[in-house]
């Protein structure tokens, strides 16, 4: 939108000679009621200076005009500099560095999220800042992960904790689908990050599918020595979304499986495995 800021009496000059500061909508609509503009203001004015009406209506259209352009160029500038990865909106940071009046522009994006005005000042902070500083509106975040800004909606309700009992074979949740089945040694080992292969034996019921929280840990496969979850996902350099949507399946408070990441350890196929049962992860799209 346009705010037009003039002095009355420029109304009665012809729409090329006005100097107007353009922000957002012009005034007429945002602030004057038309029918009052119309029917009170401009014949007042038109006692004084006649030609006020015409000029009036001539400086509309070229004010509309130019919402038409501004509204154009944004919309131009915009589509180039923004990349949309599933629900997410990310915007490299030196590209929005580079880009002229890139106050107006993050502005223009980051309104349509709930922020605010004010808020831009924050948001240009962020190109500045380190990676993993974020702001938040009613509805979404707005991050710095590494070299990109990432624009995305804010989880609404409570963790869920779903129960997973033996023999059950698909396990519906936020994140997508698990397939889970059992089988016989031997077996081809799969190395898909979404298909978890365990040892059977080590595994008691019932399962707990949860999101992660701080102070969870487990041994990786492939270590004997327990890490914390925490620097687990700094070491895998995941950003603070990735980390929020983390679930992991844990068996009697031991962790089986970061879903889509890494194994525990203990749980692994050995030599000595006569069963394993395979869980498949199917992301939600």
Same mark, same amino acid.
């Given at each position: 939108?346009?705010?037009?800021?003039?002095?009355?009496?420029?109304?009665?000059?012809?729409?090329?000679?006005?100097?107007?500061?353009? $922000?957002?909508?012009?005034?007429?609509?945002?602030?004057?009621?038309?029918?009052?503009?119309?029917? %009170?203001?401009?014949?007042?004015?038109?006692?004084?200076?006649?030609?006020?009406? @015409?000029?009036?209506?001539?400086?509309?259209?070229?004010?509309?005009?130019?919402?038409?352009?501004?509204?154009?160029? &944004?919309?131009? *500038?915009?589509?180039?500099?923004?990349?949309?990865?599933?629900?997410?909106?990310?915007?490299?940071?030196?590209?929005? +560095?580079?880009?002229?009046? /890139?106050?107006?522009?993050?502005?223009?994006? *980051?309104?349509?999220?709930? #922020? !605010?005005?004010?808020?831009?000042?924050?948001?240009?902070?962020?190109?500045?800042?380190?990676?993993?500083?974020? &702001?938040? /509106? /009613?509805?979404?975040?707005?991050?710095?992960?590494?070299?990109? &800004?990432?624009? @995305?909606?804010?989880? %609404?309700?409570?963790? +869920?904790?779903?129960?997973?009992?033996?023999?059950?074979?698909?396990?519906?949740?936020?994140?997508?689908?698990?397939?889970?089945?059992? @089988?016989?040694?031997?077996?081809?080992?799969?190395?898909?990050?979404?298909?978890?292969?365990?040892?059977?034996?080590?595994?008691?019921?019932?399962?707990?599918?949860?999101?992660?929280?701080?102070?969870?840990? #487990?041994?990786?496969?492939?270590? *004997?020595?327990?890490?914390?979850?925490?620097?687990?996902?700094?070491?895998?350099?995941? /950003?603070? $979304?990735?980390?929020?949507? !983390?679930?992991?399946?844990?068996? $009697?408070?031991?962790?089986?499986?970061?879903?889509?990441?890494? *194994?525990? $350890?203990?749980?692994?196929? !050995?030599?000595?495995? !006569?069963?394993?049962?395979?869980?498949?992860?199917?992301? @939600?799209?």
């Amino acid at each position: 939108m346009f705010e037009v800021f003039f002095k009355v009496s420029q109304l009665t000059k012809p729409a090329s000679t006005i100097k107007a500061r353009i $922000n957002f909508k012009f005034f007429i609509h945002l602030y004057l009621p038309r029918n009052y503009f119309r029917n %009170t203001i401009i014949p007042d004015i038109e006692k004084v200076f006649p030609a006020a009406g @015409s000029n009036v209506i001539e400086n509309a259209e070229k004010f509309r005009d130019i919402q038409l352009l501004y509204d154009v160029a &944004i919309d131009t *500038i915009v589509k180039k500099l923004v990349t949309v990865v599933n629900d997410e909106i990310h915007i490299p940071v030196l590209k929005l +560095n580079k880009t002229p009046a /890139s106050s107006t522009i993050l502005f223009e994006i *980051i309104q349509k999220f709930g #922020f !605010t005005s004010l808020q831009t000042r924050d948001a240009l902070k962020l190109l500045d800042s380190d990676s993993g500083k974020y &702001i938040l /509106s /009613s509805t979404h975040r707005i991050l710095r992960n590494r070299k990109w &800004i990432i624009i @995305s909606k804010l989880e %609404t309700g409570p963790t +869920n904790n779903l129960i997973i009992e033996k023999g059950d074979k698909e396990i519906f949740f936020d994140a997508g689908v698990l397939k889970i089945t059992s @089988s016989q040694i031997p077996i081809t080992i799969n190395r898909d990050p979404h298909v978890a292969q365990l040892d059977i034996s080590g595994v008691e019921y019932p399962l707990l599918l949860r999101k992660w929280k701080q102070g969870d840990y #487990f041994y990786p496969l492939g270590m *004997i020595k327990k890490k914390k979850l925490s620097r687990f996902f700094i070491d895998q350099k995941l /950003s603070l $979304n990735d980390k929020s949507n !983390t679930w992991i399946i844990e068996s $009697n408070k031991k962790i089986l499986w970061i879903v889509g990441m890494r *194994i525990d $350890n203990r749980f692994r196929i !050995t030599d000595k495995t !006569t069963a394993l049962f395979q869980i498949n992860w199917l992301p @939600s799209k």
